[in-house]
């Protein structure tokens, strides 16, 4: 089988470039430029283009500009969706996983726009990039940034900042609420001093689980400190939890019986300090945390945790209701519910004070 011409490799890569949604926030690069970009002759880079205008991918407009097709069966005839996220959330989460399957599973093109300081110009550049479905991830919102989402408010989706009260839908995790459950587990198995370890950055999100652990102390006749030392934003929070943790310990001021951690990279960063100290887990002190289930499940021992469900059939709903299949005008939060709350891990020890409803 004979090698394809340059050209036509060319084209393909520009293709696999359109069908992944890379220009969607951005104009359709001139010949000279994907010359230069691709170090290709302009000669060769102008019979790629020729092939894509002939194949119905590209069109010159009445300004010569080249712009992508957008009729019936063409490349652009999906919805054209983003996710916009800080760089601090890694590649393999399950919220951005869920999102890229399922614009596949609807033949929509994706986009993912990582960016690193919240005045970022590509964090900008795509909130203004064309896209009809953005899911956006963000830490904290001052009135400006505020007042520019509400404008994309017909085609935003934030995750785990409820701005439904701007008309902004919003893909939740659980409700915090949900940490009374485990709160309520580690009760149940005798435990009564019950710290909490945070570094996440400031947020409401962090707030509230912060606000339904001090409510679930109070509601089960249990104790316990706080240990806030938030990171700045798009800092990684896992190594400064470990840090934490050691001046807690060295100062004599964990006398706690079990350690809730509000995320799963905190409660591993606390397994290894723990370690470090020969202070064992759980025989020593239980320790539980928020979410991440198969993170959790991974961790040695592996760690009991609040259960997040697959986030995969609200993320269908979403693309139902904005691709016009299956419409919901009115809903705009998108929250998970669990049968099963608690996914118990090695974790957690049943302590003499035990006090099972069955028992």
């Not at 470039?17 to 000279?32: K, S, T, W």
Request: charged share 25%; with cysteine.
């Amino acid at each position: 089988m004979a090698p394809q011409l340059k050209y036509v490799q060319i084209a393909e890569q520009l293709k696999r470039r359109i069908e992944n949604g890379d220009y969607n926030f951005c104009a359709m690069p001139g010949v000279p430029k994907l010359a230069a970009e691709i170090g290709v002759s302009y000669l060769t880079a102008r019979q790629a283009v020729q092939k894509l205008i002939t194949d119905g991918v590209l069109y010159r407009a009445d300004n010569s500009r080249l712009e992508i097709c957008n009729r019936p069966g063409s490349l652009r005839s999906a919805m054209k969706v983003a996710f916009i996220h800080p760089i601090n959330v890694t590649s393999d989460s399950v919220w951005r996983n869920a999102i890229c399957k399922t614009a596949g599973e609807f033949a929509c093109s994706f986009r993912e726009i990582v960016y690193c300081h919240d005045a970022d110009p590509l964090l900008y550049e795509g909130l203004a990039g064309g896209f009809d479905l953005i899911f956006l991830q963000f830490d904290s919102a001052d009135p400006l940034f505020l007042e520019k989402l509400r404008k994309l408010s017909d085609r935003l989706v934030t995750l785990f900042h409820d701005l439904t009260r701007y008309g902004i839908r919003c893909l939740d995790g659980l409700n915090p609420a949900a940490i009374d459950e485990l709160i309520r587990y580690l009760y149940e198995r005798g435990h009564r001093r019950i710290d909490c370890l945070n570094t996440q950055p400031a947020s409401p999100t962090v707030d509230a689980r912060i606000a339904q652990w001090r409510a679930s102390l109070k509601k089960h006749g249990c104790t316990g400190r706080l240990h806030n030392d938030p990171v700045a934003p798009f800092v990684w929070s896992m190594p400064h939890a470990y840090d934490v943790l050691n001046g807690v310990i060295a100062r004599g001021e964990l006398d706690a019986d079990a350690l809730f951690c509000l995320t799963t990279p905190i409660a591993r960063a606390a397994l290894r300090c723990f370690h470090e100290h020969a202070i064992r887990v759980p025989e020593d002190i239980s320790v539980v945390s928020w979410g991440e289930t198969e993170e959790a499940r991974m961790a040695i021992p592996s760690l009991t945790t609040v259960d997040m469900p697959d986030p995969a059939p609200m993320i269908r709903q979403i693309f139902g209701h904005y691709l016009g299949s299956h419409p919901q005008p009115d809903r705009l939060l998108y929250r998970s519910a669990a049968s099963d709350v608690i996914r118990p891990g090695e974790s957690v020890k049943e302590h003499p004070l035990a006090n099972h409803p069955s028992k």
